[in-house]
């Protein structure tokens, strides 16, 4: 039976339709679902629970609050809209889409009997049904997009000036490293959101769109597509075109941020005379098939609308050749004379970028010819010669020092001490517990018995012993120093370069301390570093977290065990101040009889405009010195 709204596949009822028997398992593909959003939700509350018990510990509590709030607020703002636009557009295709066929059965039939038909649902009935589906999945995906721009935002509305602009559009340089990556982010999730909606709602009216085959039909083969799909989509094509031609405008100031192959960075004689009019031609062209897209929902015909895109191809493609065509014909036959502007341009922002305006400059002759009075005059610099390459030092250390296989020297750090009234240059290198190098490697020896290293080597730069190994100040396990400037009364490491692994500390196992001889020292930790572990639920927290069943099992727990986690030094300070970049290689000193560790941090972007970048970065101040303490954390 055939109207103008659907059509009925099938036998009329005789009766009313019986319900149809619930087949045991029909809500499974509910339960699961429900069943992995839970465990889901469980694993990441117990991560965030964690995290903010680290945080708090060592007073850092606002640094997770602020990063967590501005990922979520990004995550919800971000997933709200996106899963709303996307499920009111595909809810607004199918409700204006003709009604779909309509399948019904004869109540005498078994479910056998009905179930092939059922199979053969028109795809129209599915894609009337996705939008909410769609709409929850795009949202899910756009706030897990949103959540990593947290950051990103918070750079964003925290930002201070340079207080320098570039030499072209005279932006403060803080608009390219603040407000440009913000603007961009959310115009690509747009964009990619759009055109989501798009061609879902397309898709919805394609199934559809009727086509005519009845041969003796007046128009047979004639398309039917559903009038209130073509001004649906032709709002959405002229939001599409709008984002196009805000990309654009992004893509303008991004000249000064680009190096496409030349001898410099930033933008060119080329880029500046070519690539950016093009790139104007191309804003008002996609604005202007915006408009005209927009026009057409009153009228019946699209041709202008065609008329107005096939412009935007031809500016595309122009601004594909057009800069082509000059840098070959116009720029590479007087490449020097046209670039000498914006390669002076390069130069100042580096040496801006880099700090580099304050060196002074000194001519050193270096032909003086030197004699004992010189010598004698700088007895102080010669003691400090340094002897000792690094390498071959940590070779040496490794081989006289590691006392045990499962210490190991890292690295080897330049220091100056007071030593006798004297400042004495030294090398320094801290004796690190290697799990990897256990000689019986279980969960008991990893996380409860051996869970530090101890003490350091220590010697001058400039003396070797007559055997032609390096002269120590601090040597031995327990160390013993042959200065008393260099005294150590806290040997133990327990953060450092190495440390990552989490080790449980005041358990019913003892901590193994230090070997002494043949025999071994057992000590348990008495620092302020880690968290409390003793309770059930934190226990089942941290076992969530690194699904570590053996933690829930172990009888070793107290109600003063702790847990100290997050152990290598950069990356405890990159968590806590994750704004900044800091130094590969942290370097230990002693300081009041304590080891600690001292990294170098710095703040640097890749987006200063025109600076030669080097190493993924083109501007950095060195701004902060960290410390951290190698036994408390």
Same mark, same amino acid.
């Given at each position: 039976?055939? &109207?103008?709204?659907f059509?009925v596949?099938?036998?009329?009822?005789?009766?009313?339709?019986?319900?149809q028997?619930?087949?045991n398992g029909?809500?499974? /593909?509910?339960i699961?679902p429900?069943?992995a959003?839970l465990a889901?939700?469980?694993?990441a509350?117990?991560y965030?629970?964690?995290?903010?018990? /680290?945080f708090?510990?060592?007073?850092f509590?606002?640094?997770?609050?602020t990063?967590?709030?501005?990922?979520?607020?990004?995550?919800?703002?971000?997933?709200?809209?996106?899963?709303?636009l996307?499920?009111?557009n595909?809810?607004?295709?199918?409700?204006?889409s003709?009604?779909?066929?309509?399948?019904?059965y004869?109540?005498?039939?078994?479910?056998?009997?009905?179930?092939?038909?059922?199979?053969?649902i028109?795809?129209?009935?599915?894609?009337?049904?996705?939008?909410l589906?769609?709409?929850?999945?795009?949202g899910?995906?756009?706030?897990?997009?949103g959540?990593?721009?947290?950051?990103?935002?918070?750079?964003?509305f925290?930002?201070?000036?340079?207080?320098?602009?570039?030499p072209?559009?005279?932006?403060?340089?803080?608009?390219?490293?603040?407000?440009?990556p913000?603007?961009e982010a959310?115009?690509?999730?747009?964009?990619?959101?759009?055109?989501?909606?798009?061609?879902g709602?397309a898709?919805i009216?394609l199934? $559809?769109?009727?086509v005519?085959?009845d041969?003796?039909?007046?128009?047979?083969?004639?398309?039917?597509?559903p009038?209130?799909?073509?001004?649906?989509?032709?709002s959405?094509?002229?939001?599409?075109?709008?984002l196009?031609?805000?990309?654009?405008?992004?893509a303008?100031?991004?000249?000064?941020?680009?190096?496409?192959?030349?001898?410099?960075f930033?933008?060119?004689?080329?880029?500046l005379?070519?690539?950016?009019?093009?790139? /104007?031609?191309?804003?008002a062209?996609?604005?202007?098939?915006?408009?005209v897209?927009?026009v057409c929902i009153?009228q019946?015909?699209i041709k202008?609308?065609?008329?107005?895109?096939s412009?935007?191809?031809?500016?595309?493609?122009?601004?594909?050749?057009y800069?082509?065509v000059m840098?070959?014909?116009?720029?590479?036959?007087?490449?020097?004379a046209?670039?000498?502007?914006?390669?002076? $341009?390069?130069i100042?922002?580096?040496?801006?970028?880099?700090n580099?305006n304050?060196?002074?400059?000194?001519?050193?002759?270096?032909?003086?010819?030197?004699?004992?009075?010189?010598?004698r005059?700088n007895?102080r610099t010669?003691n400090?010669?340094?002897?000792?390459?690094?390498q071959?030092?940590?070779?040496?250390?490794?081989?006289?020092?590691e006392?045990r296989?499962?210490y190991e020297?890292q690295?080897v750090?330049?220091?100056?001490y &007071?030593?006798?009234?004297?400042?004495?240059?030294?090398?320094?290198?801290?004796?690190?517990?290697?799990?990897?190098?256990?000689?019986?490697?279980? /969960?008991?020896?990893? $996380?409860?018995?051996?869970?530090?290293g101890?003490?350091?080597?220590?010697?001058?730069?400039?003396?070797?012993t007559?055997?032609?190994?390096p002269?120590?100040?601090?040597?031995?396990?327990?160390p013993?120093?042959?200065?008393p400037?260099?005294?150590?009364?806290?040997?133990?490491?327990?953060f450092?370069?190495?440390?990552?692994?989490?080790v449980?500390?005041?358990?019913?196992?003892e901590?193994?301390?230090?070997?002494?001889?043949?025999?071994n020292?057992f000590r348990?930790?008495?620092?302020?570093?880690?968290?409390?572990i003793?309770?059930?639920?934190?226990?089942?927290m941290?076992a969530?977290?690194?699904?570590?069943l053996?933690?829930?099992?172990?009888?070793d727990?107290t109600?003063?065990?702790?847990?100290?986690?997050?152990?290598?030094i950069?990356?405890?300070?990159?968590?806590v101040?994750?704004?900044?970049r800091?130094d590969n290689?942290p370097y230990?000193v002693?300081?009041?009889?304590?080891?600690?560790?001292?990294?170098?941090?710095?703040?640097?972007?890749?987006r200063?405009?025109?600076?030669?970048?080097?190493?993924?970065?083109?501007?950095?101040?060195?701004?902060?010195k960290?410390?951290?303490?190698?036994?408390?954390?």
């Amino acid at each position: 039976m055939r &109207n103008s709204n659907f059509e009925v596949v099938g036998k009329i009822p005789k009766r009313e339709p019986r319900k149809q028997t619930e087949h045991n398992g029909s809500k499974l /593909w509910l339960i699961v679902p429900g069943i992995a959003l839970l465990a889901g939700a469980w694993f990441a509350f117990a991560y965030f629970y964690t995290d903010y018990l /680290w945080f708090a510990s060592l007073g850092f509590q606002t640094v997770f609050g602020t990063l967590l709030t501005a990922g979520l607020l990004s995550a919800v703002i971000f997933g709200a809209a996106a899963g709303f636009l996307t499920f009111l557009n595909l809810r607004l295709a199918a409700q204006r889409s003709p009604e779909p066929p309509v399948i019904v059965y004869d109540a005498d039939e078994t479910d056998e009997e009905i179930a092939p038909r059922l199979e053969t649902i028109p795809i129209s009935i599915l894609l009337r049904n996705a939008a909410l589906p769609v709409g929850v999945i795009v949202g899910l995906l756009t706030a897990f997009a949103g959540w990593n721009l947290g950051e990103t935002f918070l750079r964003f509305f925290y930002q201070v000036p340079f207080g320098a602009a570039d030499p072209i559009f005279g932006r403060d340089i803080a608009f390219y490293v603040f407000t440009m990556p913000a603007l961009e982010a959310i115009s690509l999730l747009a964009l990619l959101v759009l055109i989501v909606n798009l061609v879902g709602a397309a898709m919805i009216y394609l199934a $559809h769109t009727r086509v005519e085959t009845d041969k003796r039909a007046s128009k047979p083969g004639r398309i039917e597509f559903p009038i209130a799909g073509r001004a649906h989509l032709l709002s959405l094509v002229a939001a599409l075109l709008l984002l196009v031609a805000w990309k654009t405008y992004l893509a303008m100031p991004n000249l000064l941020l680009i190096n496409d192959g030349g001898s410099f960075f930033g933008a060119s004689y080329t880029d500046l005379n070519a690539v950016l009019p093009t790139l /104007w031609a191309q804003m008002a062209a996609a604005i202007l098939a915006a408009a005209v897209a927009v026009v057409c929902i009153l009228q019946k015909s699209i041709k202008l609308f065609l008329t107005a895109m096939s412009l935007l191809i031809l500016i595309a493609a122009a601004g594909w050749l057009y800069p082509a065509v000059m840098q070959r014909f116009s720029v590479g036959p007087n490449e020097l004379a046209k670039e000498t502007p914006f390669i002076r $341009h390069n130069i100042e922002a580096t040496r801006a970028a880099f700090n580099l305006n304050s060196i002074e400059e000194r001519e050193l002759s270096g032909g003086t010819a030197l004699n004992a009075a010189d010598i004698r005059e700088n007895q102080r610099t010669i003691n400090n010669i340094r002897l000792w390459d690094q390498q071959p030092l940590l070779d040496v250390f490794g081989q006289i020092q590691e006392i045990r296989t499962y210490y190991e020297f890292q690295s080897v750090d330049n220091d100056r001490y &007071n030593i006798n009234g004297e400042l004495r240059q030294v090398m320094i290198s801290p004796r690190e517990l290697n799990a990897a190098s256990l000689p019986n490697r279980n /969960w008991i020896n990893e $996380h409860l018995t051996f869970t530090h290293g101890y003490g350091a080597a220590v010697g001058p730069v400039d003396k070797v012993t007559p055997e032609g190994l390096p002269e120590l100040f601090v040597k031995d396990l327990p160390p013993t120093a042959t200065v008393p400037e260099l005294k150590i009364d806290r040997p133990e490491i327990y953060f450092g370069e190495m440390s990552n692994e989490r080790v449980y500390v005041n358990t019913k196992t003892e901590e193994f301390s230090h070997p002494a001889g043949e025999q071994n020292v057992f000590r348990n930790y008495t620092g302020a570093g880690g968290l409390p572990i003793g309770s059930t639920l934190e226990q089942l927290m941290f076992a969530t977290r690194y699904a570590d069943l053996k933690l829930l099992l172990s009888e070793d727990l107290t109600a003063e065990s702790r847990v100290l986690k997050t152990r290598n030094i950069r990356e405890r300070l990159q968590k806590v101040a994750p704004y900044l970049r800091f130094d590969n290689d942290p370097y230990l000193v002693i300081s009041d009889v304590k080891l600690i560790w001292i990294a170098d941090a710095y703040t640097t972007t890749n987006r200063y405009p025109y600076s030669q970048p080097t190493d993924g970065i083109n501007y950095i101040r060195n701004a902060v010195k960290a410390t951290v303490d190698a036994y408390h954390g």
